[in-house]
């Protein structure tokens, strides 16, 4: 489950442009809202089942520059995990993935 969301944060920051003013980061805001999106529409079957699936060569490399980059912008991070997170660790919660 962990792999989706680095996936998809690095497809958000891959199409990063760094830009000024309200929205410092447009693009990860609507990523943020996509993968708040998806947890809170799929159900916990779904989501243990995508977990235990393995992940493809591509991904991997996907997932790995997301993380890069979100070491490397703390504040891209930081917005980021404070959108998701909440929403992430509720459903977790819900399903059971977490005690």
Do not use: W
């Amino acid at each position: 489950m962990t792999r989706n969301f680095y996936l998809l944060a690095l497809a958000a920051l891959l199409f990063h442009v760094g830009a000024g003013g309200a929205q410092q980061y447009p693009i990860m805001d609507k990523l943020a809202d996509k993968v708040v999106q998806k947890y809170q529409s799929s159900s916990c079957q779904d989501l243990i089942a995508k977990k235990s699936q393995p992940k493809p060569a591509k991904k991997e490399m996907v997932e790995e520059r997301a993380m890069e980059m979100l070491r490397k912008d703390p504040q891209m991070r930081t917005e980021f995990l404070n959108r998701v997170a909440g929403p992430i660790a509720n459903k977790m919660f819900e399903c059971g993935m977490i005690p």
